[in-house]
């Protein structure tokens, strides 16, 4: 039985957000993902437990280039979702966070020294006119931590094979 992609090109493309890094190096500039032909996308963070006090922190920016060009702040995040534990294997569930309308998200005290997952969900009708490409940037955190952010486009304005995809970083 061959191996195919089933929901790969048809449901979602995922895209490289932020390369996996210690945190605790530089503030970390997010790649710009070009929202073209896609409903909206989903940041999934993925981190490792680290030092007291590197908690994690997030910031949604939208820009009118690739590169270049002009960036802001984009004020949408209303509501995101986290899995912590010291150590993640599978029993977690979702616990939703709200928040009045920001471009951060910042981890409540002690998730540093737990594993991380977090999901910002944002829409690509709530980018402003003229804007086409959205990243998230993490700052530095302060203390060894590892972690990285994955894109997941989702609603693909037309289905392809995973070779056919277009580059979402173009």
């Given at each position: 039985?061959?191996?195919?992609a ?5 449901l979602f493309d995922i ?6 890094v210690d945190?605790n190096?530089a503030?970390n500039?997010?790649n710009?993902?070009?929202m073209?032909?896609?409903r ?5 963070f993925?981190?490792?437990?680290g ?26 995040i209303t509501d ?6 010291t150590?993640?294997d599978?029993?977690e569930?979702?616990t939703?966070?709200?928040q009045?309308?920001a ?7 002690a998730?540093?020294?737990?594993e991380?997952i977090?999901?910002v969900?944002?829409g690509?009708?709530q980018?402003?006119?003229?804007y086409?490409?959205?990243?998230m940037?993490?700052p530095d955190v ?12 989702w609603?693909l ?7 056919n ?6």
């Open positions: 039985m061959a191996t195919t089933r929901a790969l090109g048809r895209s490289n957000a932020l390369s996996i945190l190096t503030a500039t997010g710009r993902i070009h073209k032909g896609y909206g996308v989903s940041f999934v993925f981190g490792d437990a030092t007291d006090g590197g908690d994690v922190a997030m910031d949604l920016q939208e820009h009118n280039a690739a590169t270049g060009g002009t960036s802001q702040d984009l004020d949408t995101y979702f986290k899995k912590e534990e150590t993640l599978g029993d569930v979702w939703k966070v709200s009045t309308a471009s951060e998200i910042t981890a409540v005290d998730s540093a020294e737990k991380n977090y999901v969900e944002v690509a009708e980018l402003s006119d003229g086409e490409w959205i990243s940037n993490v302060g203390q060894a931590k590892v972690g990285g952010i994955l894109a997941i486009l609603g304005d037309a289905e392809r094979t995973p070779a995809l277009p580059e979402p970083n173009a």
